[in-house]
């Protein structure tokens, strides 16, 4: 024995047949373990029924204690079912005719094509061992984080290591508390978080434009960050240095490595010799601490403990930069441009409310809608 929302219930589900008109018939399957509300769960077989020209223009839905009682649900849930049905303009109910399929249900763009996808995917996930409910919650989760969520913008901040990315996106998030949400992100995870959720703007270092540019391929702007010229002392130090210096550069990643080393080259410093390093290679980290005149430590190598591995700290320079302060006017104006003007929806098309429960059990009616003004 089971027990639902609505009550009990004994015995496995089968199929109820709903709809029977035309010499054809309709099931719908109820789930009363499923976390979709079974109201819910109605409604899109209904709508679906109709979309899909199963329930032709004039079939008569079952009264509403018929079906009720059919599918063992409270007849307030069928009620509920039917006015949702007719706002959203598939059904029309009249005292006393019942409640029928309009003449000209609304035709949703692509919906036996969708079917065919929702099919796949579902077949796809069961093979791999997940079941409806979990790709349903899946779906609904993905879509709900590709919705502009209130006033704030969202920003990823990509970089080429975790430990600048996370302290970069603090810094933009200090300079705009009030108005972003900003992520941080590796370089080459940009393409599947696009593809997976809303985001206003890509934001990264004048570093890494060209790199951000091919990854987010149009879908968002994105905003190359002018870095200050702090760094430039660093770089002087290393381009004084003798002729044939060595000089460390140890990062968490390689492609952290291949960025200073890009920089340093772009900036001049081309007289000495680069040895590089990255977590967890004991042979390229021993080299460094016997043979370097200088070491240049990244953010990600500082937060990995690094420089314990090394003898004679004052080699250390930590490899840090800073915005320009123009930087975060350019990212400013990227923002105004991007955010929602004062007076319009954020997420769409307003609520519309229930407006009638007085519903006869044999049929139900449109119900008038009332708007809700958009939250502030």
């Not at 080429?160 to 995870?189: K, Q, W």
């Amino acid at each position: 024995m089971s027990t639902s929302r609505n009550g009990p219930s004994e015995g496995p589900e089968r199929p109820v047949p709903a709809v029977t008109g035309a010499g054809s018939r309709h099931d719908l399957d109820i789930e009363r373990d499923s976390d979709v509300p079974i109201s819910t769960q109605i409604y899109w077989q209904l709508a679906y029924q109709i979309e899909s020209g199963r329930m032709q223009p004039g079939t008569r839905l079952p009264p509403v204690r018929e079906l009720g009682a059919a599918l063992r649900v409270n007849p307030n849930t069928i009620r509920a079912v039917y006015r949702r049905l007719a706002d959203a303009g598939y059904v029309v109910g009249r005292h006393g005719a019942g409640t029928r399929v309009v003449d000209r249900p609304p035709v949703r763009r692509g919906s036996d094509a969708l079917a065919g996808i929702v099919a796949e995917t579902l077949r796809r996930a069961a093979a791999l061992g997940f079941t409806p409910d979990e790709v349903a919650q899946a779906t609904f989760t993905a879509a709900t984080e590709r919705k502009r969520p209130g006033p704030h913008i969202r920003v990823l901040f990509a970089e080429c290591t975790t430990a600048d990315a996370n302290v970069d996106a603090e810094r933009i998030t200090e300079a705009f508390p009030e108005r972003v949400e900003v992520i941080p992100v590796l370089l080459d995870e940009l393409p599947e978080r696009l593809d997976r959720y809303h985001y206003d703007l890509v934001a990264t270092t004048t570093f890494h434009a060209d790199e951000a540019q091919a990854y987010v391929a149009g879908r968002v702007p994105v905003v190359a960050m002018l870095v200050g010229p702090g760094y430039m002392s660093l770089i002087h130090e290393i381009a004084a240095l003798m002729p044939g210096s060595r000089v460390g550069v140890v990062c968490g990643s390689q492609r952290g490595v291949e960025t200073i080393a890009e920089v340093l080259q772009l900036s001049g410093a081309t007289g000495v010799e680069l040895l590089s390093a990255v977590a967890h290679t004991e042979a390229e980290l021993d080299l460094v601490d016997r043979q370097a005149d200088l070491i240049l430590l990244s953010r990600e190598a500082m937060a990995l403990g690094l420089e314990t591995r090394f003898e004679r700290p004052e080699r250390f320079r930590e490899w840090s930069y800073e915005f320009d302060p123009a930087a975060f006017e350019i990212l400013r104006r990227a923002i105004a441009r991007v955010a929602p003007r004062p007076g319009t929806a954020d997420a769409g098309d307003d609520d519309l409310a229930d407006a009638d429960d007085d519903v006869e059990d044999d049929g139900a009616r449109p119900s008038a809608r009332r708007r809700r003004p958009a939250d502030a």
